[in-house]
């Protein structure tokens, strides 16, 4: 069977599965389970998933729900779906840990909760990992006991995971296979709510199907999955390709099977919410529909706006809710939606009123719903959240670790209930960084201030998968009463990231501590400064994405010596995936900064006219790139081919694969048009992959050199080059992709290290 249709009929026969029981947990193969109660369903539901995550030791595991809901008074939601209304059931998060060997008990109030139980157990009595971004798994035949039981307690309920990009930057076309482990993986780490965008666009055909849209006139509207965040976010619609009828019911599929595992786990699905997005021509086909229209972004044509305050609206919304009740398995209590994004027009509609609107039509549909809105850039406006009923509203914060004028969320947002968030990369960068001393001092000082409506946490990379340290440090947060001690914390995690003891690993980690992770937001950025080898050629490159910082946040040649005491882990701790992964972090991060620092002498040599300097410069930035290159193809994860390949995988034939792997690498490369590629989205999803190294990245600056190079021959200006049509041929035709890796970690990061003390 060709790849396309098998992964196409797995999705849909996985959905049959859940679908036949909607309101059943669904087993790990899809099928559901028997109607049980919720407490032998809870402790099942988490044993599959440590069946899935320890195969070899879930047996060891018991799993038993406590029962914990209380009753609370007014006020906002403190669960999961909690409302505002008087005798609102809430549920406080707790696990505990007890037994001795081989027979090892973990209770909680939901099987993410108890998963939650299981990743402390892992990590401080096991000396275990499992993480987005590697495992290590190194455990003895009978699981080691406790001392004394031990028992944690979530002090925020809101733990929110994925960002509005996450199906971009991730991976739109990852299939179940990858949702399955990432979903028991979130739960793992205490997450209990989980944006869930798939089959977003099945359910936008579906209802404007019943306003007088044809199929074809919807599929040409909607965007390819790659880009389908910013057509849901309001930023555009129509690229680059029309959707197919199999390609929505496939992704339909997706989002079903997502969404009943989420309940299963026990954790909320964040569904979109309907804030006014309608296609073209909405006022010619409904008689007396009121639409804002909203331009252009980055030279795409944005969607047009429907009033919320009129009756089209009350319409258009109560057939969205209800659509997605039917597709997505029932109701959630948590709806994502942002007025306005970035640059949205409201025109003479007064935002307070629309805001009232949007939130009357949630409400209608789902009367204990809380919006979930993005806190970025001037979102959400005062007008906005004075507008509405704050008990059903939860601002998820990007800004919390960005800048340092952002001191008092509560006038920010006048006591609106909030997040503390953090956005570590964007466009899915592969730079290693966090501002892991703003998380340890920022979080329960501002949870513990008088008046404070600090509520939970909200992990928002733009893309997953990556900074694995970082993304366990966030998620412990809120499990911690106090102030982390980041020098103890980085220490205990090399343990158990290795399995073992070491110094030098526990030496690296320091390092890493003291620079990747020791930023701040004093410098008003959150994420680190990507790679200049992704940049388009310039010999004054600042940065390969426009908006990333434009020097490195710390010292190249303090982080440097990270890898030396990596690569001296003693042999028995180096074979986990945990440290190969770890390991060629570092070494891509190495070589990635010696290209900040190579650049301004290859300038410099330029500029002097110096021929042989500048050859022999020019000569180590394109070695550097090779052995970075080498390095990046002996991980799976590292390969631009596999993201090529996903893509295609969904396609019915020849013509749909095409069309879908251009949306996959384009997001990568050009972004979009020409117009959006020169106004700063080309390169905005920078990543240091093989493939795109070797392949792209090598082509621009072996190009550009070549110029340089000519014109200092020939004594003249060198000749411009459109980088737009080269970037776009290659994104076009990109040749043979390995979609399988190749070489060793270990040796290739040792080459590394050779080449950059030749290169120095």
């Given amino acids: 069977m060709p790849l396309a249709r098998r992964a196409f009929l797995t999705a849909v026969a996985g959905a049959a599965g859940t679908v036949a029981c909607s309101h059943a ?5 899809g099928t559901p389970a028997k109607e049980a109660p919720v407490t032998e369903a809870a402790a099942a539901a988490a044993t599959r998933a440590a069946r899935r995550l320890l195969p070899h030791h879930w047996r060891q595991l018991r799993f038993e729900t406590t029962s914990t809901d209380t009753r609370t008074g007014t ?122 965008y798939a089959g977003a666009d099945a359910l936008y055909h579906r209802v404007f199907r019943g306003f007088g849209y044809t199929d074809e006139e919807l599929r040409q509207w909607i965007a390819g999955p790659a880009h389908q965040p910013w057509w849901l976010m309001q930023n555009l619609a129509a690229f680059p390709d029309p959707v197919s009828r199999q ?45 804002v229209p909203q331009g252009t972004w980055m030279g795409l044509r944005r969607p047009d706006w429907l009033d919320p305050r009129t009756k089209h609206f009350e319409r258009v919304a109560a057939a969205f809710y209800r659509a997605q009740d039917e597709l997505f398995g029932g109701p959630s209590t948590l709806y994502k939606m942002d007025l306005l994004h970035e640059g949205g027009d409201p025109g003479d509609v007064p935002v307070a009123d629309a805001a009232k609107g949007v939130e009357k039509a949630l409400l209608t549909a789902h009367p204990d719903a809380i919006w979930v809105i993005l806190g970025w850039q001037r979102n959400p406006p ?12 939860l601002v998820i914060d990007g800004l919390s670790d960005r800048f340092p004028k952002v001191k008092d969320r ?64 966030f998620s412990e947060l809120v499990w911690e009463e106090g102030e982390l001690d980041l020098t103890v914390w980085f220490r205990d995690w090399a343990l158990s990231r290795y399995g073992a003891r070491d110094p030098h690993a526990e030496a690296a980690w320091d390092i890493l501590r003291r620079t990747a992770y020791g930023t701040t937001r004093a410098d008003s950025w959150s994420e680190g400064a990507d790679g200049l080898f992704g940049a388009r050629p310039a010999l004054t490159a600042k940065s390969a994405a426009k908006w990333s910082p ?50 301004p002498r290859i300038r410099e040599a330029y500029e002097a006219g110096d021929t042989p300097c500048f050859d022999r410069l020019t000569g180590d930035w394109l070695a550097l790139m090779d052995v970075l290159e080498t390095l990046l193809a002996t991980d799976s994860r590292h390969l631009l081919g596999r993201w090529v390949a996903d893509a295609r995988a969904w396609g019915a034939d020849a013509a749909e694969r095409d069309r879908l792997a251009y949306d996959n690498l384009s997001l990568l490369t050009v972004w979009g048009t020409r117009q959006g590629a020169d106004a700063g989205l080309r390169d905005y999803a920078n990543r240091e992959w093989a ?49 399988r890796p190749t070489g060793d970690t270990y ?3 040792v080459r590394v290290r050779e080449v950059l003390v030749t290169t120095r």
Avoid at 264 to 281: C, W
Avoid at 382 to 393: C, E, L, Q, T, Y
Avoid at 573 to 585: E, G, P, Q, T
């Fill in 25 to 29: 947990p669904a087993h790990s193969d």
């Fill in 75 to 196: 006020g906002t939601g403190t669960g999961p779906g909690a409302g505002s209304r008087t005798g609102t059931r809430t549920r406080t998060d707790t696990f505990g840990v007890s037994g001795g060997p081989g027979r090892i008990t973990i209770t909680g109030d939901t099987a993410a909760t108890q998963l939650t139980g299981l990743r402390w157990y892992l990590k401080h009595i096991a000396h275990a990992n499992i993480s987005w971004a590697g495992e290590q798994l190194d455990l003895p035949t009978d699981l080691p006991g406790l001392a004394d039981p031990v028992t944690r307690k979530a002090t925020v309920p809101h733990r929110f995971a994925l960002n509005d990009t996450n199906d971009g930057y991730t991976g739109a076309y990852n299939d179940w296979t990858y949702w399955e482990r990432e979903l028991d993986v979130l739960a793992l780490h205490g997450y209990n709510e989980v944006l869930v």
């Fill in 247 to 291: 390609l929505l019911d496939a992704r339909t599929a997706l989002g079903r099977r997502i969404t009943d595992r989420v309940r299963e786990l026990g954790m909320t699905p964040v569904l979109p919410g309907y804030f006014g997005t309608v296609p073209p021509g909405f006022t010619e086909r409904n008689e007396g529909a009121r639409t």
């Fill in 382 to 393: 005062r007008a906005i959240v004075d507008a509405v009923d704050k008990a059903h509203m």
């Fill in 410 to 473: 509560e006038a920010d947002w006048g006591d609106t209930p909030y997040a503390f968030g953090s956005i570590w990369n964007f466009g899915g960068h592969t730079t290693l960084s966090a501002n892991t001393p703003d998380w340890a001092a920022l979080f329960n000082k501002w949870r513990t201030k008088p008046g404070s409506t600090l509520r939970g946490v909200a992990l928002l990379p733009e893309a997953a998968d990556n900074n694995p340290a970082a993304f366990e440090l």
């Fill in 550 to 599: 434009k020097q490195l946040r710390y010292r190249a040649e303090e982080f440097e010596p990270a890898l030396g005491e990596l690569l001296r882990v003693r042999a028995n701790l180096r074979n986990s995936s945990a440290y190969r992964r770890d390991l060629l972090d570092v070494a891509r991060q190495a070589v990635s900064n010696r290209s900040r620092v190579l650049l």
């Fill in 691 to 739: 493939g795109l190294v070797g392949g792209l990245y090598r082509l621009r600056w072996s190009t550009y050199f070549t110029e340089l190079r000519a014109s200092m021959a020939d004594d003249r200006e060198p000749e411009a080059v459109d980088w737009f049509a080269l970037e776009e041929r290659w994104t076009r035709r990109p040749g043979h992709l390995a979609t």
């Fill in 747 to 749: 040796e290739a990061a």
